[in-house]
């Protein structure tokens, strides 16, 4: 495989890094109280476990407002707009070329952050799973108030299917860093900010498309 030169390029706001970790932080100790509240084993005791869950909960959903402000009013949400353009290239690397140890169909750059996959599967997380994950959340914390309006198990059914829905994420997120041309490189850029791309004509093509896309 012919050999390709690397830039580094800044992709990612101190806000972006800061609300990834802490996000981050959040869905592991939401998920590890949530399970001990569900009585899957016992580690923190049952009511702690449930105040750090109701408060990291509380805390996570005032946040996501912020977040959700700062996405709308930088332009931020451009590089989460769907699109097919690779898509089946991206998914065929992943399926396949990957482990041929062929390069990325899309690569990073200042216009578009994400891949059509990422973007895929970051909108449905953002749109979907994690505001219905936090409406549940607070019906399940107002319960006693609103009895009779809703079913409790059906409530915590789905709050906790989402929960899983959400670490299996976690877990493919984790496994994902360790693909491409630098582990260290993918962990580095969301702590500086900066990434390690290759610098190819493709690079380009996609920055040009997604210029004129947005």
Do not use: C
């Not at 989460?80 to 070329?97: G, H, Q």
């Not at 059906?154 to 493919?172: E, R």
């Amino acid at each position: 495989m012919m050999e390709q030169n690397t830039i580094k390029i800044y992709l990612y706001t101190r806000f972006e890094r800061l609300w990834h970790w802490f996000q981050a932080a959040v869905i592991m100790i939401l998920i590890i109280t949530g399970l001990e509240i569900h009585g899957t084993y016992s580690l923190l005791g049952f009511q702690t476990a449930v105040r750090i869950h109701n408060y990291i909960g509380l805390t996570w959903l005032i946040l996501f407002a912020f977040f959700v402000f700062w996405l709308f009013t930088t332009g931020e949400w451009k590089h989460y707009i769907p699109t097919t353009k690779k898509l089946f290239s991206v998914v065929r690397y992943y399926a396949w070329d990957i482990f041929k140890g062929r390069p990325h169909p899309v690569q990073k750059s200042k216009h578009a952050k994400h891949n059509p996959l990422q973007r895929l599967a970051y909108l449905g997380i953002s749109a979907m799973l994690l505001p219905v994950q936090m409406v549940t959340g607070l019906l399940y914390y107002f319960y006693n108030d609103l009895q009779g309006l809703f079913s409790l198990s059906v409530l915590a059914g789905i709050h906790t299917l989402i929960a899983l829905f959400l670490l299996n994420f976690l877990i493919i997120h984790l496994y994902m860093i360790t693909t491409g041309h630098s582990v260290l490189g993918h962990v580095a850029g969301m702590i500086t900010g900066w990434e390690e791309v290759f610098e190819t004509s493709e690079v380009e093509d996609w920055e040009t498309k997604a210029v004129r896309k947005n």
